[in-house]
């Protein structure tokens, strides 16, 4: 069957501060879970800094239906072993229902549309494809491998943004 069409609004965390807890439950299922000790409250205190209007850190919410559907952040230093490499992709994330649509795709596009507008440049990510996966499609070339704080090897990608 089919899946629906999706009616897709992406709006920042800081324009319903309600949706915060849901956020921080699928970060939580999808990651924190794994990591000792962490609790939903603690990923909910972690995206407390994204509870702001028009500057960094951003973190983009899709709608489908008014339903929060999907996620992606744009955040400071996610690995600090270069400190020069500032502005991170993260907590892409998409909802299972949601998943082989090109929604991960359209949302990164949109977020990486707003940081360009703030002055952003250089975009990095670390992810698990080896090959950059989806990333690579989006303009993002392949750095180093490197360990995740998890143990396993992870892939740092990198993008330059045009100016807007
Ligand atoms: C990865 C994820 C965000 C993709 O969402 P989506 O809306 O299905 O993505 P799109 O439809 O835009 O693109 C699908 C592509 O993503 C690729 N992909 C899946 N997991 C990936 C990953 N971890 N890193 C990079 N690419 C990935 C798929 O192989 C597929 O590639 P293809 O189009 O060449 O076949 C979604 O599966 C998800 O939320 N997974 C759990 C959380 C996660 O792993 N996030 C990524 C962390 S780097």
Redesign the pocket.
Same mark, same amino acid.
């Given at each position: 069957m089919r899946a629906p069409p999706m009616s897709i609004e992406p709006i920042l965390l800081s324009q319903n501060p309600a949706l915060l807890p849901v956020v921080a439950m699928w970060y939580f299922t *999808?990651w924190g879970r794994h990591v000792p000790g962490r609790s939903h409250d603690d990923e909910c205190q972690r995206l407390e800094v994204f509870l702001h209007d028009g500057a960094l850190p951003l973190l983009l919410i899709a709608l489908d239906n008014g339903e929060p559907v $999907?996620a992606a952040q744009l955040k400071f230093h996610e690995r600090t072993e270069h400190p020069e490499r500032e502005h991170w992709l993260g907590g #892409? +994330? #998409?909802c299972p229902s949601? %998943? =082989? %649509? =090109? @929604? $991960? $795709?359209?949302l990164i596009e949109e977020l990486m549309a707003r940081a360009a507008a703030l002055g952003v440049r250089d975009v990095y @990510? *670390?992810?698990? $494809?080896d090959d =950059? =996966?989806? +990333?690579r499609?989006l303009g993002w070339t392949p750095l180093e491998s490197v360990t995740h704080a998890g143990g396993s090897p992870v892939r740092i990608l990198w993008r330059r943004l045009a100016p807007r």
């Open positions: *999808q $999907a #892409v +994330y #998409v949601h %998943r =082989g %649509r =090109g @929604l $991960a $795709a359209r @990510l *670390q992810t698990e $494809a =950059g =996966g989806l +990333y499609r």
